[in-house]
């Protein structure tokens, strides 16, 4: 499979506890995006990458949410001490070039109990 | 990027063309317009972009108003997989660097009816 894989599919974690998701972008996109989508709502964009550089976080990344991308290829998204709103579909999406047409993965649904 | 409005749900019956508008009144001189589906558990997928001409490619037609302040996604002939929710976003697009996030509203769920 050459698409976006995110790790795992499925997380639920009691509140309090840290938790880290994993994507995989496809080979030789340079960008990668981490979004958040709610029940009912459309996705709400977090944080986007170019190589291993960071280059936007929204303000809906609080200081307990964490993306890195250290080599420029995989990125890891922690949450630490997680909140019962931090339960959502986290969803990953890469690109090579803008993020118009960015492939999206299958998501990581978390849920905090 | 500009605001767009679509309607919350529509239906539409197996084989026949699936019509889905999208308001964007307020939408710039150098705002394309994007639509994206997301089926049930999946990620967002791509579907087809435009700027001012109407654009097709092999799933969709992109119908854009001449003021460019509507448009109109067209599925020929809806299958059962068409079923999913659809986003119509207008944005800038810069060709290196900047505005790389796509805002997303809460789209149009389509249920096409056997």
């Known amino acids: 499979d050459t698409g976006v894989s995110q790790d795992p599919r499925h997380k639920i974690t009691k509140r309090g506890q840290n938790v880290t998701f994993r994507c995989d972008p496809i080979?030789?996109?340079?960008?990668l995006y981490w979004y958040r989508q709610t029940l009912g709502q459309g996705p709400e964009f977090l944080t986007y990458?170019?190589?291993?550089?960071?280059?936007?976080k929204s303000r809906l990344l609080s200081d307990r949410f964490s993306a890195e991308r250290p080599k420029g290829s995989f990125s890891t998204l922690e949450i630490q001490r997680t909140e019962q709103g931090d339960s959502a579909m986290y969803l990953c999406a890469s690109s090579l070039g803008t993020a118009s047409e960015a492939f999206f993965g299958q998501g990581t649904r978390l849920t905090v109990v | 990027d500009a605001k767009t409005t679509q309607p919350p749900s529509m239906d539409c019956a197996e084989g026949r063309a699936a019509n889905l508008p999208c308001n964007h009144s307020t939408i710039s001189g150098n705002e394309y317009v994007y639509w994206y589906r997301q089926i049930h558990s999946q990620g967002p997928q791509y579907i087809i972009h435009?700027?001012?001409n109407n654009e097709t490619n092999e799933m969709a037609s992109l119908i854009i108003t001449e003021d460019r302040k509507s448009s109109t996604l067209i599925l020929p002939h809806a299958t059962l997989r068409d079923t999913a929710v659809y986003y119509c976003?207008?944005?800038?697009?810069?060709?290196?660097?900047?505005?790389?996030?796509?805002?997303f509203g809460t789209g149009t769920r389509l249920t096409i009816i056997p």
């Open positions: 976003i207008v944005r800038v697009v810069v060709a290196n660097f900047g505005n790389e996030k796509l805002t």
């Open positions: 080979s030789e996109h340079n960008r």
């Open positions: 435009g700027l001012k």
């Open positions: 990458f170019q190589n291993e550089a960071q280059l936007e």
